[in-house]
């Protein structure tokens, strides 16, 4: 008799706050091990939608999160999209904009700084801190049983 919880399963308990979330986030540049879980009593289901921000796959940055890994309540995924141009007179984006500014200014993305993968190691935990929740950034790296409790995870 099997008596380990299914990694396949959505809700791996019975108050349904805590979610296996490799079974919920559909994006292909994310991926996540079996067992990592999202805490949240309001929708924890919804960690891709609410946690994982600025997420555009053809930019190609990664997310990544090992296996066994506790994710609590509010903490942020940054993704690189989120950067603005820094080699250009300006860092305003005014290409997202659309209308006349697009059709002069140079597509966006392709001028974004790239700062790699967002990796989040095997048995690692991103902690809430008050009065921010934990954020990670791409590039900086997060390794194996590291805590992010920090409003700047790479600080």
């Known amino acids: 008799m099997n008596r380990l919880p299914d ?7 019975e108050y349904h706050t805590s979610c296996f979330i490799k079974n919920v ?3 292909p540049n994310i991926s996540i091990g079996d067992y ?3 805490d949240d009593a309001e929708d924890p289901a919804g960690f891709e939608k609410n946690n994982v921000l600025f997420n555009y796959p053809e930019f190609g940055d990664r997310l990544i999160i090992g296996k066994f890994c506790a994710i609590a309540s509010g903490v942020r995924f940054i993704m690189g999209p989120a ?3 820094i080699s250009s007179v300006t860092t305003y984006p005014f290409h997202v904009f659309g209308g006349a500014w697009a059709e002069r200014t140079p597509p966006h993305m392709d001028q974004l700084p790239r700062k790699g993968d967002t990796v989040i190691g095997n048995d690692g935990r991103c902690g809430s801190d008050f ?7 791409p590039g900086v790296p997060h390794g ?4 992010r409790n920090s409003p700047a995870a790479n600080a």
């Open 83 to 85: 950067n603005h141009r």
């Open 7 to 13: 990694p396949n399963t959505v809700f791996p308990n």
């Open 36 to 38: 990592t879980y999202y």
């Open 144 to 147: 194996r049983e590291r805590t």
């Open 131 to 137: 009065p921010e929740p934990a954020r990670a950034d």
């Open 25 to 27: 986030v559909k994006a």
